[in-house]
């Protein structure tokens, strides 16, 4: 499993794991689900997808993560989880 984030205010801690069945399964806890919860998952979807990644199990625990700060910390997690360095390209 990789992690990227924390657990303070205005960011959001995404977790990946290895997964046995296709698709991105990704669990959210977040006080703004209700509000945000699609927006929120639909980020983390879109960034996994364009980083190759069809096949995982994401945990995300938001605390109010701007989109930016959900791409980037999905994108760190990922970077993690492969050995994959996409900046590097």
Known sequence: MATAGTMESGDIMIQLAPS?????????????????????????????????ITKAEVYATDKGALDC??????????????????WSE
Do not use: K, W, Y
Request: hydrophobic fraction near 40%.
């Open 20 to 52: 046995d069945h296709p698709g991105l399964d990704i669990h959210l806890q977040s006080s703004v689900a209700f509000q945000f919860g699609d927006q929120i998952r639909e980020v983390i979807r879109e960034t996994l997808m364009g980083l190759g």
């Open 69 to 86: 700060t959900i791409r980037a910390r999905t994108t760190a997690a990922a970077v993690r989880a492969t050995g994959n360095d996409v």
